[in-house]
């Protein structure tokens, strides 16, 4: 066997090295990116499980007799005048609720939210929104605070189904008949 003969077996076993390296490096690059996005999906699921449960914390503490959100409790629930203090504090916890559904709507457009959650959270919006006080508070401030978002427009379009609803006929107990 010549020199020649044993530097082609060598370019062959280095040929047959290189692929089977390559092949080798495609199945760790293919589970690599299967195991990143099964633990996306996990830490999205967690994320989404946690803006849950602060929202229902939130909400918790708006409505509990017990709690520190006794001005909240007025300002939905009541047509009370509030006191200076009380329209600050509701204006803030509106603020801070209103932009839940901003940070939603914005991880939601970055594939971080599902749109299922997504339609959950738009859901529990409404129901405040019907509340003619939340709605006052949203065209005078909340709707200039987050000018900036596109979320006003999807707020304003819930808003003006909600006053459509109130206005049309089987909403006001109207018949048409005299």
Do not use: C
Request: hydrophobic letters at 40%; zero cysteines.
């Amino acid at each position: 066997m010549t020199i020649q003969d044993l530097g082609s077996i060598g370019e062959l076993i280095a040929a047959v090295a290189t692929l089977a390296t390559l092949a080798y490096l495609a199945m760790q690059v293919k589970q690599a990116k299967r195991e990143f996005r099964e633990s996306s999906q996990r830490a999205r699921a967690e994320f989404t499980v946690g803006m849950g449960v602060r929202a229902a914390d939130q909400q918790l503490d708006w409505f509990s007799p017990e709690g520190p959100n006794r001005a909240m409790m007025k300002a939905l629930l009541t047509d009370e005048k509030l006191t200076r203090e009380e329209a600050w504090e509701f204006a803030v916890q509106m603020s801070i609720f209103i932009g839940g559904l901003v940070q939603s709507e914005q991880l939601h457009k970055q594939g971080l939210l599902d749109a299922e959650f997504l339609q959950t959270r738009r859901s529990i919006y409404r129901p405040y929104l019907a509340l003619p006080r939340v709605r006052k508070w949203w065209m005078r401030s909340g709707k200039q605070f987050y000018s900036h978002s596109e979320a006003v427009d999807l707020i304003d379009k819930m808003v003006e189904e909600i006053e459509t609803n109130e206005n049309s006929p089987s909403a006001t107990g109207t018949t048409g008949e005299g």
